[in-house]
């Protein structure tokens, strides 16, 4: 392939190893970090994309993989970032075929050597492309249980992207746990149209509040802030919002991709196929996910009935509902 890789921002090499001579040894050699590529869709500020940066790093800090990443990588331009990076060597590439699934899946086909793992609301494909869901339900769920229990007004809000199955099972989420603990709330809901614009959604979330909502589920960056500016409560999904927003973020829906990404590499390493669904590792109960919460803002009993049902997902005996509908 002729012709170098454009992105808004920038490319960036992490983790890199300086090889000495001793790298042409087939010991060294076989001892050496995987090589891999990231491609984030968005900047890696954005709460998704961070997650797979920060495991990624991690595990280049760990000396497990080589990483290199671009972010800011249009749809137009993704395939052939991971033309690109196939043609450089990376053995394992990770980023989103959500806005690119057919192209995505062409290219993984015309490197049958490369695996890929992506972020993905279809299925796996061959033995090289894998995908992942973004499956932190059971911490939304869990949030919902304070919020239902917190709400005065009966109302709460959730701001989300785009109604993708994953984006709709998380909401959906939210709502059964509110409703499982206060079956009268009304819960609105808002989708921004892309998954990157805080503005948009402080609007979205302000629009909310004005309906009555007292309490915002923030599926999306920016929705804390209209919490903030009206003095309510607000619960954020993905990274832990309450050092940012600390009166106002009381509890989050956390996610963690490493479990996700070691899985993967260890397949790699293996010489095993990879086109398999990887969404199991990011479950509670694998430790990919997890609810964080500041303690004594909910009602005691709150937090005692939402710890029992915490304890019952992590053990088995209860499994959040998994709806991928559109919420209404």
């Known amino acids: 392939m002729t012709g170098s890789l454009q992105i808004k921002r920038r490319t960036v090499l992490a983790g890199g190893l ?3 001579a001793s790298a042409f040894l087939p010991q060294a050699r076989a ?4 090589k891999v590529a990231g491609i984030h869709a968005s900047p890696v500020e954005n709460a998704w994309n961070s997650r797979l940066h920060e495991a ?6 760990d000396g497990v993989i080589e990483y290199t990443f671009s972010e800011g990588v249009s749809g137009t331009d993704y395939p052939r970032a991971m033309r690109e990076y196939a ?19 062409q290219v993984a086909a015309d490197y049958p050597d490369t695996a890929f793992l992506m972020g993905s609301s279809g299925d796996a494909a061959g033995d090289n492309f894998g995908v992942f869901g973004t499956w ?10 304070l919020a239902g229990k917190m709400t005065k007004s009966n109302v709460v809000g959730s701001v989300g992207a785009i109604p993708i199955p994953e984006v709709n099972m998380l ?20 989708f921004i149209g892309t998954f990157f614009d805080p503005p948009k959604a402080r609007e979205a979330g302000l629009a909310q509040i004005d309906g009555g909502a007292d309490i915002l589920f923030g599926e999306r960056i920016g929705t804390a802030d209209a919490a903030k500016e009206r003095g309510i409560k607000s619960v954020g999904s993905l990274i832990d919002y309450t050092p940012r927003y600390p009166d106002t973020v009381f509890a989050n829906a956390m996610w963690y991709f490493r479990p996700i990404l070691d899985a993967a ?5 293996a010489g095993k ?12 109960k694998e430790g990919g996910s997890d609810i964080v919460y500041v303690k004594g803002v909910a009602p005691a009993e709150a937090e005692a009935a939402m710890e029992a049902r915490r304890a019952e997902i992590k053990a088995g005996p209860f499994e959040v509902p998994i709806v991928m509908e559109e919420p209404k």
Do not use: W
């Open 18 to 20: 300086v090889l000495g």
């Open 31 to 34: 001892q050496a970090p995987l």
């Open 56 to 61: 990624l790093q991690a595990a280049a800090k």
């Open 87 to 105: 043609e450089q060597g990376n053995r394992l590439i990770v980023g989103e075929s959500y806005a690119v699934e057919r192209e995505a899946r």
């Open 136 to 145: 932190n339900h059971d911490g939304a769920y869990l949030a919902g249980m």
């Open 171 to 190: 909401i959906n989420a939210f709502a059964a746990g509110v409703k499982e603990v206060n079956p009268d709330a009304k819960h609105l809901v808002s």
């Open 265 to 269: 590499v260890a397949d790699v390493n």
């Open 273 to 284: 196929p990879v086109g398999k669904s990887y969404t199991a590792f990011g479950l509670m």
